[in-house]
């Protein structure tokens, strides 16, 4: 532990719930803080389980519980957990303890793929790389990450020192990240030729030509892997196979682009590279639990925060 870090977690803890109690209204929502990437979440009721994406982030829980579904894992996490993300994850997640008396709050900073890559090539891996593995896990808060965070919040607070101290405390947030019992994962996914980091390069493109058909041999060919290989690697890390992400993918941007008004069920169907709406609305409706019209209807009358953010 390093000489500077707060023994006293309790006080820690305190100090990171009552920032988000200071800096969020009381009403749901994610609120982005004067730090880049780095935002504060709060939510004052229980929900039901929504499919969404994490983008590579870590998200640390202060008050309340959450479930997080990813392939078939159902993990818990709560105070003194956080959920580290190493590449775009499917997920299904919800809050499972909020009130108005008693919210759900927590707080995120996205990963820089170049930093990690960067600090990496100058830290000693701890072990050697695993086989297979998967892209996100919970991890305990360990001091010294706890400590980051809690500078981090208070430099929010002096806003004249962010443009110094920004830099050099997410700096080290990803440092003490890469010394966890993740930063194996981190390390390979961000590694340059590294069998992991090629999955990330695979997964870079499916985002961009998500709605060109995909021939998985050629994406394997891209990625200098044999199929099988590539296959086994892709589903380890993302619980999905490159066909399933792609789709995930397609039914994701539809919701966005139907939400915003400016598209039908037909005309979102279309523009994320479907042929046939009826295998569209089949589709839809296994993933988000209605059709998409009642669905789209159902998330209007929610506030926009509670649900665009609901990975958090």
């Known amino acids: 532990m390093s000489p500077h870090v707060r023994v006293n977690t309790e006080n820690s803890w305190a100090i990171l719930k009552d920032a988000i109690l200071q800096s969020t209204p009381s009403r749901s929502g994610t609120y982005p803080t004067p730090v880049k990437g780095f935002q504060f979440y709060r939510q004052t009721s229980n929900a039901d389980p929504k499919p969404s994406f994490y983008r590579p982030a870590v998200i640390v829980a202060v008050q309340g519980k959450k479930r997080v579904r990813i392939g078939q894992d159902e993990q818990y996490y709560s105070e003194n957990i956080c959920f580290v993300c190493g590449v775009d994850m499917p997920a299904s997640s919800c809050v499972m303890e909020a009130s108005e008396e008693k919210p759900y709050l927590a707080l995120s900073l996205y990963l820089d793929a170049g930093l990690i890559a960067s600090l990496a090539s100058r830290i000693p891996p701890a072990t050697t790389e695993a086989g297979f593995f998967r892209g996100a896990a919970l991890q305990e ?50 590694t340059f030729g590294s069998q992991g980091h090629q999955i990330t390069r695979a997964i870079a493109w499916l985002k961009e030509y998500y709605k060109e058909p995909l021939l ?14 590539f296959h086994k690697y892709f589903k380890n890390i993302t619980t999905l196979s490159p066909l399933q992400y792609q789709k995930r993918l ?62 958090m």
């Open 216 to 229: 998985v041999q050629e994406l394997a060919g891209r990625s200098n892997m044999a199929p099988s290989t």
């Open 141 to 190: 808060v360990e001091p010294d990450l706890l400590d980051s965070f809690v500078r981090l919040v208070e430099l929010t607070r002096t806003p004249e020192q962010i443009p110094v101290m920004e830099e050099l405390l997410i700096r080290e947030i990803h440092y003490r990240l890469l010394t966890s019992s993740f930063g194996g994962v981190l390390r390979t996914l961000n």
């Open 250 to 311: 397609r039914l994701d941007e539809a919701q966005r682009l139907m939400l915003s008004g400016e598209y039908d069920v037909t005309q979102a169907a279309m523009a994320v590279g479907y042929e046939s709406v009826t295998q569209f609305i089949r589709e839809y409706k296994r993933l988000f639990g209605d059709p998409p019209r009642r669905n789209i209807m159902k998330m209007r009358n929610m506030t926009g925060s509670e649900h665009h953010q609901a990975a």
